[in-house]
C-alpha cells in the first residue's frame, strides 16, 4: 500500500524556521496536504494543494514541493505552533493515505 | 456551518462488529460537493483514513480495511455510517467522521471524535 514517510520529531527555537519533510512516489502527481493536531483536538487544515493557505492560517506557513518530497515550512516558529503535524496525499486510485506524523517541539 | 457528531458504542468485544454512525447537522449529506468521511486515531499514533463515501453512496476504502469495512449513507436522516467486522484490539481508535471538499480534497469540518476500546 501507498505510504508517505515524515520525521517522527523536528525542534526548533522560536524564531527559527522549522521544516517538515513529507516523502512519497506519487507526491510529483498528487497534491500534499498538511494538517496540525493538538493534544485532545481535532485536526485542522494548514495548507492545501501543495503550497495554498486556507483563510485563519497564519502566513509563516507555507507550503512546497520537489521530486518525491512536500515540505511544510513555519518561518519565525511560536510556541503556539508546538503541534503534531501530518502531511496527507492519495494514490492513483484516490484512496487518501495520511504520514505518520511529526511531533514539532518549540524549545 | 456544519456540524458533525459521532454516536456509537465505546466498547466493542474482539471479534464483533464496530458500527459507529455520525450525524449532520447545519448542512445535507446529499450534496455533491462533498465527500462523507471516516478517520481513525490510534491512542498515542497516527491517523488513518478508512474511507469515504459520496452522496450517490459511490465509495472508497482503505485497502488494508477494504475486506471488514461498510460505509453507508442515510440521506434522510443526514447520517453516514461505519461498520467494521471482526475486530480485535488493533481497531481500538478514536474515531472521526469529516467532511472533505471534493473539488479542493481537504477536510474542512471535523467531529470531536468517538473513542472506541476493543476489549472482552
Known amino acids: 500500500s501507498y505510504e508517505l514517510t515524515q520525521p517522527p520529531s523536528v525542534s526548533v527555537s522560536p524564531g527559527q524556521t522549522a521544516r517538515i519533510t513529507c516523502s512519497g512516489d506519487?507526491?510529483?502527481?498528487?497534491?500534499a496536504y498538511w494538517y496540525h493536531q493538538k493534544p485532545g483536538q481535532a485536526p485542522v487544515l494548514a495548507i492545501y494543494?501543495?503550497?495554498e493557505r486556507p483563510s485563519g492560517i497564519p502566513e509563516r506557513f507555507s507550503g512546497s514541493t520537489s521530486g518525491t518530497t512536500a515540505t511544510l515550512t513555519i518561518s519565525g516558529v511560536q510556541a503556539e505552533d508546538e503541534s503534531d503535524y501530518y502531511c496527507?496525499?492519495?494514490?492513483?486510485?484516490?484512496?487518501?493515505?495520511f504520514g505518520g506524523g511529526t511531533k514539532l517541539t518549540v524549545l | 456551518q456544519v456540524q458533525l457528531q459521532e454516536s456509537g458504542p465505546g466498547l466493542v468485544k474482539p471479534s464483533e462488529t464496530l458500527s459507529l454512525t455520525c450525524t449532520v447537522s447545519?448542512?445535507?449529506?446529499?450534496?455533491?460537493?462533498?465527500?462523507w468521511t471516516w478517520i481513525r486515531q490510534p491512542p498515542g499514533k497516527g491517523l488513518e483514513w478508512i474511507g469515504n463515501?459520496?452522496?450517490?453512496?459511490?465509495?472508497k476504502y482503505n485497502p488494508a480495511l477494504k475486506s471488514r469495512l461498510t460505509i453507508s449513507v442515510d440521506k434522510s436522516k443526514s447520517q453516514f455510517s461505519l461498520q467494521l467486522t471482526s475486530v480485535t484490539a488493533a481497531d481500538t481508535a478514536v474515531y472521526y467522521c469529516?467532511?472533505?471538499?471534493?473539488?479542493?480534497?481537504?477536510?474542512?469540518?471535523w467531529g470531536q471524535g468517538a473513542l472506541v476500546t476493543v476489549s472482552a
Open positions: 469529516a467532511r472533505e471538499v471534493r473539488l479542493l480534497n481537504y477536510i474542512d469540518s
Open positions: 447545519g448542512g445535507s449529506v446529499n450534496r455533491g460537493s462533498y465527500y
Open positions: 463515501i459520496y452522496y450517490s453512496g459511490s465509495t
Open positions: 506519487a507526491l510529483p502527481n498528487q497534491y
Open positions: 494543494k501543495d503550497t
Open positions: 496527507q496525499s492519495a494514490d492513483s486510485s484516490g484512496t487518501k493515505v
